[in-house]
C-alpha cells in the first residue's frame, strides 16, 4: 500500500526539484546550500545571475571596469564560474548562468521551473539582504521552502550578537569570548549530483568572458596574478598548510609587505570574498596543523587569529547600522573631513610623490591586492596621517578595485584606519607609546 501523501518526504515525491543559487560561496566543497539541493531532489538547477550592478562596463570609470568593480575583480569572478561550472560538470551537472536584475530572475525561473526547494547561502551584505528578502517572501507565498544556511563565516554574527544583549561587541578580545571555540561540521563531499531540470523557455548563457560582457583587455597593462577559482584557491591553501613551521610561526604584523613574488601571508583573502574558500574548511585545516606541532602562535597574530579578524568584522558591521557611512554611524566619530577630491585624485594615481605610497597604489590598480601593511599605510596616508580626506571616499576606491573587495572587511578596517572607529589613540614612536587597540 502506498503511504498518504503527507507521510512522504516530499523530496521523495517524483518532480521535486531544488534551485541553488549561487551568489559567493562560489564552491563544491563544506557547501551545505548545495548538499541540501542535492539531497533527495530529482533535478537541481546550479543558478547564478550575472548583476548589471556589479558587472555593467562603465566607460567612464577612472580605470578599466565597471562602476562598482575593476577588471581584476570581474575576471576573477568570471574563471571563479568556470571552475565552478567545470566543477558541477564532474558531478553530473553544471552552471546556469542568466542575466538581469538577480531577484527578477531568480522570481521568473521559479515561476517557470520545477523547483520545491530554494537554497542559497545567508548573506550579511546589506545588498544581500535585501534582495534575499525579496526572494524569500516570493518563494514562501508561493510554497517553496527555503533554506539559507550560514557558511560564509565560521559563526554566525547574529548569535554572537544575541549572546551580548544584542549589541555587536566592539574590541577583537571582547569578539573572542562571546565567541568561543566554534562547533560547525563540513559538509559532506558530493560525488555525483542530481541531472539539471527542464530550463523551458530560458536561454541558458555560458560562463562569458570579459570580452563578450563588452571589456577590451587591452586597456589594462598589466592583470593580477591571482586566477580565481575554487581549484587555486584549495591549490594554494595546500601550498601554505604544506609548510607546518611557516602556519605555525605566523605572526602579523611581522612580515614584510614589499615581498611580492611570494608575499608574506597566504592571498587567500580574494578567494575567502568569493567563497571559493571555505572560511570553516580553512579553520579546520588550520587546527589539524596546530595538532600536529610542538608550539604555534595565537590570535590576535597567528593565522587563526586572521580569520577570527574577519569574524569579527562581519559581526560588528552586521550589528551596527549605518556601518558603511560616518553619518547616523554610532560607533564612528563625526570628524571635519576635507573633500578635496584633487588630493584624493593624487593618491588613486599614485601621484602623491611619496614613493612607498605610490607603489602601493600602484600594485592596487595592477593587481587589486596588497599586503596588510601596505593597505595600513595608504589608509592612514589619505585620511588621519597626511591628507585628510574622508575615509569613505578612500573606502570606495579600494571596494571597487580590490580583488578580495568584502563589504564588512573593507568598511571596518577603513574604520579602524583612520582613527573613526575601534582604535582612537596612534602610535607614536617618538614617545615610544604604544596604542591602546593595537590592531595588526
Ligand atoms: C584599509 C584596509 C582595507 C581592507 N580591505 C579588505 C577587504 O576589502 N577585503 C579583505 O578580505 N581584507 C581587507 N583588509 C584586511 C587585510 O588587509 C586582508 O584581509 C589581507 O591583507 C589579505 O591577505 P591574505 O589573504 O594574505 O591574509 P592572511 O594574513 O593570510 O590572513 C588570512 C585571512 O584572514 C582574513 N584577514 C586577515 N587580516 C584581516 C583583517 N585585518 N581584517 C579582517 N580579516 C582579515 C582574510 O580573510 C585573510 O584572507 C583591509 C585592510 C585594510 C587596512
Redesign the pocket.
Known amino acids: 500500500m502506498k503511504p498518504p501523501l503527507s507521510l512522504l518526504n516530499p523530496s521523495m515525491l517524483s518532480g521535486s526539484g531544488s534551485l541553488m543559487w549561487f551568489r559567493k560561496g562560489l564552491r563544491v566543497h563544506d557547501n551545505p546550500a548545495l548538499e541540501y539541493a542535492s539531497r533527495g531532489s530529482t533535478c537541481v538547477y546550479p543558478l547564478f545571475v550575472i548583476d548589471p550592478h556589479y558587472m555593467v562596463l562603465d566607460p567612464n570609470a577612472y580605470s578599466p571596469g565597471s562602476t562598482r568593480a575593476g577588471i581584476n575583480r570581474i575576471r576573477f569572478l568570471l574563471e571563479s564560474l568556470a571552475d565552478l561550472d567545470s566543477s558541477l560538470k564532474k558531478l553530473g551537472s553544471r552552471l546556469l548562468v542568466l542575466k538581469g536584475e538577480p531577484s527578477e530572475v531568480l522570481i521568473r525561473c521559479l515561476n517557470e521551473w520545477d523547483v520545491r526547494k530554494l537554497c542559497f547561502e545567508y548573506d550579511t551584505d546589506p545588498y544581500y539582504q535585501a534582495l534575499d528578502d525579496k526572494a524569500k517572501n516570493y518563494a514562501s507565498a508561493a510554497g517553496i521552502e527555503v533554506f539559507s544556511p550560514v557558511s560564509h563565516t565560521i559563526f554566525d554574527p547574529a548569535d554572537i550578537i544575541e549572546k551580548n544583549g544584542g549589541r555587536p561587541p566592539l574590541s577583537y578580545q571582547s569578539f573572542l569570548k562571546l565567541a568561543g571555540e566554534p562547533s560547525f561540521s563540513l559538509s559532506v563531499e558530493l560525488s555525483w549530483m542530481p541531472p539539471v531540470g527542464d530550463v523551458g523557455r530560458c536561454e541558458i548563457l555560458q560562463v562569458p568572458t570579459l570580452k563578450e560582457l563588452g571589456y577590451v583587455e587591452k586597456h589594462q597593462d598589466e592583470f593580477t596574478p591571482f586566477r580565481g577559482g575554487e581549484s587555486e584557491a584549495l591549490r594554494r591553501l595546500r601550498e ?1 598548510l604544506s609548510d607546518k613551521e611557516w602556519v605555525a610561526n ?1 605572526e ?1 604584523p611581522k ?1 614584510d609587505p614589499s615581498a611580492y613574488i611570494k ?11 568569493f567563497g571559493c574558500l571555505s ?1 570553516r574548511y ?1 579553520y579546520q585545516c588550520l587546527k589539524d596543523v596546530y595538532k600536529n606541532v610542538k608550539r604555534h602562535t595565537s590570535p590576535p597574530v597567528s ?1 587563526v ?9 562581519y559581526t560588528v558591521a552586521f550589528g551596527t547600522p549605518n556601518f558603511d557611512e560616518m553619518k547616523g554611524n554610532k560607533i564612528c566619530k563625526q570628524i571635519p573631513w576635507n573633500d578635496d577630491d584633487k588630493l584624493l585624485a593624487a593618491w588613486r594615481e599614485a601621484r602623491t610623490g611619496y614613493p612607498w605610497i605610490d607603489a602601493i597604489m600602484v600594485q592596487l590598480r595592477k593587481w587589486g ?8 599605510s ?2 592612514c596616508f589619505l585620511t588621519r596621517g597626511d591628507l585628510f580626506v574622508h575615509w569613505e571616499k ?2 570606495d576606491i ?2 571597487r578595485l ?1 580583488i ?11 574604520l ?2 583612520s582613527c573613526s572607529s575601534f582604535f582612537y589613540q596612534a602610535f607614536s614612536p617618538h614617545t615610544k607609546r604604544h596604542a591602546k587597540g593595537i ?2
Open positions: 601554505s605566523f602579523k612580515g608575499p608574506a601571508t597566504t592571498v587567500l583573502s580574494p578567494y575567502l570574498k572560511s580553512f593565522l587569529g586572521q580569520l577570527l579578524w574577519r569574524e569579527f568584522f591586492w596588497m599586503h596588510h601593511l601596505a593597505r595600513h595608504v589608509a578612500g573606502r579600494f571596494e580590490l578580495d573587495s568584502d563589504w564588512a572587511i573593507n568598511n571596518g578596517n577603513w579602524w584606519l590592531h595588526i
